[in-house]
């Protein structure tokens, strides 16, 4: 395997960053990922609420339909990802404010908040639905 | 070559971009002012389920409903425009391609802001 490589004759190999798909996915990575793609999320599902908004100030009836759709089976599947995206974007941004400080940034500290943001995130997202279902009942 | 800047004309000069770090500082004034708006945001969408176009309306005209969501739709706009800016610059290279992404982006987060605000703004204001 060529993962390394001698700049000059003699010289011992320098190590190469390794491929992506040679990493073991870890934590850190894996919300760092999540952090971008659920604020990616939300850019585009802002969308839906400028949608809702000028339907809520155009007539009954546009009312009646973005309700209709976001009501649907498909639009609470999207709502729900976007509730999720909400808050896992919010505790992936919290962190960073917290790294801002100069702290949590040790390795098995970070590892933990990443732990705690994702599992925080499912919490959340799940009461917010638990309450959704029983104002909706 | 050798770098015959001062530190103190760098600082003045604010690095490559020209504007050093004030799109760092604005993503964190933003992020902080969007924790307390998206959680108002949430609870004003959760307690107003089931609601009817009368009843929505009226809680979207009260002048501190309106106020809050305005805030809350106009800072995640600029908050999003910082965020997709970076991805565009992290992942497309190409000069055209990137430009061209930069300013749709800006084009973007304007007419959703613009409408999102006509909407609170004519519901409010009772049209």
Redesign the interface.
């Known amino acids: 395997m060529s993962n390394s490589t001698a700049t000059r004759p003699g010289m011992k190999p320098r190590p190469v960053s390794p491929h992506l798909q040679i990493y073991r996915l870890t934590p850190t990575m894996l919300m760092s990922g999540v952090h971008r793609i659920s604020g990616a999320a939300l850019y585009f599902g802002v969308i839906l609420v400028a949608w809702w908004l000028v339907a809520a100030s155009t007539s009954e009836n546009a009312f009646a339909t973005a309700n209709g759709v976001m009501g649907s089976w498909l639009g609470l599947l999207v709502l729900f990802g976007f509730s999720w995206s909400l808050w896992v974007h919010m505790l992936g941004g919290l962190r960073h404010l917290i790294w801002d400080t100069g702290r949590g940034l040790e390795k098995h500290t970070a590892t933990k908040h990443s732990m705690a943001t994702l599992v925080g995130s499912i919490v959340l997202t799940v009461l917010t639905w638990i309450v959704i279902l029983f104002a909706g009942a | 070559m050798a770098d015959m800047q001062t530190p103190l004309r760098k600082v003045r000069g604010l690095g490559a971009a020209g504007h050093g770090t004030s799109e760092f500082w604005r993503n964190?004034v933003t992020?902080?002012a969007?924790?307390p708006l998206?959680l108002f945001a949430?609870w004003l969408v959760?307690?107003g389920?089931?609601s009817s176009?009368a009843e929505?309306?009226a809680t979207?005209a009260h002048p501190v409903v309106a106020i809050l969501l305005a805030l809350f739709?106009i800072i995640?706009?600029d908050h999003?425009r910082l965020?997709?800016g970076e991805?565009i610059a992290d992942y497309v290279h190409r000069e055209g391609a990137k430009l061209t992404l930069l300013m749709l982006n800006t084009f973007f987060t304007i007419l959703?802001g613009g409408?999102?605000i006509?909407?609170?703004l004519?519901?409010a204001f009772g049209?």
């Open positions: 964190r992020s902080v969007l924790i998206s949430i959760v307690s389920l089931g176009f929505t309306r979207l739709v995640s706009l999003m965020g997709m991805i959703v409408a999102c006509f909407a609170l004519k519901i049209g």
